[in-house]
């Protein structure tokens, strides 16, 4: 897990807004309280619902993969425009209301210095730290973009992925295999919705019920867990 999520580390500096130089003391001087608030929104959210923490780190994921980690998966649709929130992979993202809440709280300190990027950011750290996983540092000074279109959530990595898609998908961020494996780690929390496997292991095709490729005692752990949910 410490591996893991040191390289959640690698992720933000990977496919953060190229050319911005972060750095750690970013808002010292000018919303010094920012961390302490945005953890603070966390936390509350936290002790009301225990989903929080996976909810914050896979959306954190899936802004850093589409355009770097630029907030662009908090904008919403507006007008003609489908935002990558309303893009098919992201409509199961949730609990958007934490990192509005901590957006509301920075503002009120500080208003206009900090970006949502970094809180997201942020609250993606504090929120693993809550679920029982280590802390790390991040970097802050991160631009909040402006484009945010659904279309481009189809290059997220997809559930019936096979390594070498995965693999292709992550080095297109400049990430490598350690890093895919490394971060795939991320699924230590939270959960998966059954369309996300469920073909894999019902009438996969004309001669395999369940798919060849996966390995038997996961298959059957997923047919039972499936069994179990559907009766
Ligand atoms: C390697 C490529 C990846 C694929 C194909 C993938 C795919 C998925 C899928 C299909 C789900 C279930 C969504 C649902 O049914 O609602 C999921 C959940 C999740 N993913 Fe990934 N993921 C990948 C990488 C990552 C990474 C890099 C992280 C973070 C480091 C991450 C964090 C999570 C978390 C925390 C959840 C649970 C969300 C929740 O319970 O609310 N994933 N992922």
Redesign the pocket.
């Known amino acids: 897990m410490a591996v ?2 040191a ?2 580390c690698a ?1 933000i500096f990977s496919v953060s807004s190229l050319g911005n130089a972060l750095s750690s003391n970013y808002y010292d001087k000018t919303c010094p309280n920012a961390e302490a608030a945005i953890a603070d929104a966390v936390e509350k959210a936290f002790a009301n619902d225990n ?1 929080v ?3 914050i ?2 959306m ?2 899936h802004d850093c ?1 589409i355009r770097g980690c630029d907030g662009s998966v908090l904008l919403k649709s507006v007008g003609q425009n489908t935002a990558e929130k309303d893009g098919p ?1 992201n409509v ?4 958007f209301y934490v990192i509005d809440n901590a957006k509301k709280a920075v503002e009120a300190l500080c208003p206009g210095v900090v970006s949502c990027a970094d809180i997201l950011a942020l609250a993606a750290r504090d929120a693993v730290v809550l679920a029982g996983g280590p802390t790390w540092n991040v970097p802050k000074g991160r631009k909040d973009g402006r484009v945010s279109k659904a279309i481009e959530t189809r290059s ?4 019936a ?1 096979n390594i070498l898609q ?1 693999q292709q ?2 080095s297109q961020r400049g990430l490598s295999m350690e890093d ?1 494996v490394a ?15 469920e073909k894999r292991i019902r009438n996969f095709n004309a001669t395999h019920d369940i798919d060849p490729t996966m390995h038997p005692s996961f298959a059957s752990a997923c047919v039972a867990f499936v069994q179990q949910r559907t009766g």
């Open positions: 893991v999520v390289l959640v992720l989903k923490p996976a909810a780190l896979r954190h994921f993969f992979p199961s993202l949730h609990a997220l990595p997809g559930p992925f995965l998908s992550f895919l971060l795939s780690g991320g699924h230590t929390l939270g959960f998966s919705h059954c369309s996300s496997f």
